[in-house]
């Protein structure tokens, strides 16, 4: 308060009331308002021209320095929901239509894909060592590592743990000894957690092959395995995989595949190839051994996604919801950051758990050792090693993001269109000529307040 009794105005205050009484606020809103509560916008500056292909006149012209803020802004796009809610809904939108056309069809697949054995499969990362948990049993919350002979690790460290804990308890996730935790080995496995996969769906089609009775090269051609996956980053630093795996006839989801392909089949295949993929690779420069053997953890779910509305969480539609709902999470649940880090020394700053700086630094301990160069450890240790995609899908499953984006964009540009009042593509042949170049991204404190998003002040424009 000032001594007169009026508020102190900071200066984000005084920007929007700078912003608000000035000519152009209408339309600085109407920029803001055409991202769509994107909390950390490009800025673009340049010009476009529409030109008529015939005559070469210019029907439209555009430029940013005819704007009140000088450029334009487009939305980040970002699919990580802590990074930017607004962008991950739109991606979590998209990923659920893209699941749900590969379940009951719609986007070019037809319905009959719903007859097709669907298979809904969680592979999960083995045990780099004990951590605390929350345990339920029928709505009954569990203690977290009950041991009636209380045994103590190698450092004399307990090994059991009554707690029962509550969600959001920061110790969930915790090593009950870091000097007994793998962190070394769970780096490499969430690194090659991508390879893992793939020689999961090369195994998986040899053990169709092997049940079928016939050839490799034979059920090619009688058999399409098809997939859409996600990864969730689990509170102890691991990677999960949940995947939807359907079978098909050779040309994809409009083909029923043979009859001996059935869900029974499809389930004891996913089994046998989960715990036959091994992986080799080189070790650690602590480790006794001169290499480690990765493979898949114990605990394989697999369930029967149903073809019709149900009670259970495997029906089609919250299957596609959930596989969603993770493709626009990241590794903040592990405690890490979401921006990569330029420099050891920056590791004893940032503000993750002990456990997350644990594994950073065996990120950087690993990627400055020759036998793990190419996995580029350092330029992906803020995700605990892991360098995937978190959303995949196999080329026939259904449609794409890139064409959803491509619907939406072309919807927009038909609004736009219509509001400038130019010409229908049908009416003349025009063509789009454009520049433009990046000038920054996000917005000033004061912006973000008149936009309506939350934006860190480390972020702002």
Not at 427 to 438: F, L
Request: hydrophobic share 35%; charged share 25%; with cysteine.
């Amino acid at each position: 308060m000032t001594g007169d009794g009026y508020p102190t105005l900071t200066p984000a205050m005084r920007e929007v009331l700078t912003h608000a009484n000035g000519p152009d606020f209408a339309r600085w809103t109407a920029i803001a308002k055409g991202v769509h509560g994107c909390a950390r916008p490009v800025r673009l500056i340049g010009d476009a021209l529409t030109v008529h292909t015939g005559t070469g006149e210019v029907i439209d012209r555009y430029s940013t320095t005819d704007e009140p803020t000088g450029y334009l802004l487009t939305a980040c796009g970002n699919r990580r929901a802590a990074v930017c809610p607004a962008c991950s809904r739109i991606y979590q939108a998209d990923t659920f239509h893209l699941i749900r056309a590969g379940l009951i069809g719609g986007k070019g697949v037809p319905e009959s894909v719903r007859l097709h054995p669907r298979l809904f499969v969680t592979l999960t990362a083995p045990s780099f060592g004990p951590v605390h948990a929350r345990r339920e049993r029928n709505g009954r919350l569990l203690p977290c590592r009950p041991r009636r002979q209380r045994p103590a690790c190698a450092h004399s460290r307990p090994q059991w743990c009554d707690e029962r804990h509550e969600p959001g308890d920061p110790l969930i996730g915790q090593p009950l000894c870091a000097d007994c935790f793998d962190y070394d080995g769970a780096v490499l496995w969430n690194a090659h957690v991508g390879l893992l996969w793939q020689r999961f769906t090369i195994y998986l089609r040899r053990r169709l092959a092997d049940q079928a009775g016939i050839s490799r090269t034979r059920l090619s051609r009688e058999l399409r395995v098809s997939f859409a996956k996600v990864a969730e980053f689990q509170a102890r630093g691991l990677v999960h995989l949940h995947a939807l795996i359907r079978l098909d006839g050779p040309d994809g989801g409009s083909e029923l595949p043979p009859g001996w392909a059935t869900l029974a089949v499809l389930d004891e295949a996913v089994r046998r190839a989960a715990a036959e993929v091994r992986l080799s690779v080189p070790g650690g420069p602590d480790d006794a051994e001169p290499g480690r053997t990765l493979r898949w953890g114990d605990q394989l779910d697999t369930r029967a996604v149903l073809t019709t509305a149900s009670d259970d969480w495997t029906a089609d539609e919250k299957v596609a919801g959930y596989i969603a709902k993770y493709a626009t999470k990241g590794a903040e649940v592990s405690g890490t950051v979401h921006h990569r880090i330029r420099a050891a020394a920056d590791i004893e700053r940032l503000d993750v758990t002990n456990h997350a700086r644990s594994m950073i630094q065996a990120c950087w301990r690993l990627g400055g050792i020759p036998e793990h160069s190419d996995l580029n450890l350092r330029r992906w240790a803020h995700m605990l090693g892991f360098r995937g995609h978190f959303g995949t899908r196999s080329r026939r499953y259904s449609t794409t993001l890139g064409a959803l984006r491509g619907a939406r964009s072309a919807e927009r540009a038909e609004n736009a269109r219509a509001l400038r009042g130019l010409p229908a593509p049908g009416d003349e042949q025009t063509v789009k000529v454009g520049r433009w170049r990046y000038a920054g991204s996000g917005y000033t404190l004061g912006q973000a307040l008149i936009a309506g998003v939350d934006t860190p002040e480390d972020l702002a424009g």
